[in-house]
């Protein structure tokens, strides 16, 4: 961070008394703390997106499913949709598409969130400011507190389904939503007594490099842009900024960034892609056990870091 130029008042480490001072969790060593983030709601961003361009003119098409991309044209079966260039901004949907069964790799990650908590329950949880967090982990976990006073809290931990099938039924998974309460409880005992109003989840997409990117091709008029492994909620108003001057040919500071015409490799075919997938998740949920019981780094998690693009 610092060979970036950002300062302690951009990214600082915390010892132990400083890290509870934000989030009192159980077992807290440390942390790092950054005050350039913002806590939204997802969905209300993408209905206000819709309703500003809707405002300007554009109509909204939805409830077409689009079969495959090709130069020029988006293919569905209803009608074939004709324009200069074809943005796929598909993400974890992009495996339905033909020809890209393997250009992303689908992958759930689940939430819950408890009823309201009361005053005297934040004053043990700690997140006065509504600071959102992570931890370590190899299998990511991310929290929480909500304007209404919930603790949301998610994570990763269901299989990747053979084939990439995406699916609303995986949107709920007990097992993994069971995990996530023993994991958040094990973190924030006091919400323990409190009840669990909702469940969910949803896929995101993962290039074969871990590598985000958005690109156009000029010579077929295909942009695209994904792979946001979890982080698009930020990223893809990033993306849609960069490839709007892609699409106008305006050379900007956006379009110099490295992750613009980023190709990344595919992903292994069938069964290997789910062998190699299952067994990432499988092997990284053990390294955090082993390191929960030993306090020191798991040699398998390093390994298995190579064949994941870490």
Partial sequence: MRSWGFGPEDYRMLDADEARERAQATGVLGGTYTPHCAAIHPAKLARGLAQLVESAGV?????????SIEPGVVRTHLADVRAPYVVR????????????????????????????????????????QRETFNDGRHLIIYGQRTADGRLAFGGRGAPYHYGSRVDPG????????????????????????????HRWGGPLGISRDWFASCGLDERTGLAWAGGYV?????????AGR?????????????????????????????????????????????????????????????????????
């Fill in 89 to 128: 901004a598909t993400e974890a949907f992009t495996p339905s598409l033909a020809g890209h069964r393997r250009t992303l790799l689908p992958v759930y990650s689940l939430m819950l969130a408890t009823e309201p908590l009361p005053d005297e329950v934040w004053a043990e949880v700690g997140l006065a």
């Fill in 59 to 67: 109509t909204i098409y939805e409830g077409t499913p689009a079969l």
């Fill in 242 to 310: 960069t490839l709007a001057d892609l699409l106008t040919g305006s050379a900007s500071e956006l379009t110099a960034l490295p992750w613009v015409n980023h190709r990344s490799r595919r992903w292994e075919p069938e069964p290997l892609r789910w062998l190699g997938a299952n067994a990432g998740l499988a092997v990284m949920s053990s390294a955090d056990s082993r390191e929960a019981r030993t306090g020191r780094p798991a040699r398998r998690a390093q390994f298995m870091g190579r064949y994941v693009g870490h």
């Fill in 230 to 238: 979890g982080d698009g909620v930020a990223t893809t108003n990033l």
């Fill in 170 to 197: 995986f949107e709920r998974n007990r097992q993994v939503h069971e995990g996530l309460w023993a994991t958040l409880t094990d973190m924030f005992p006091a919400a323990a007594a409190h009840e669990v109003t």
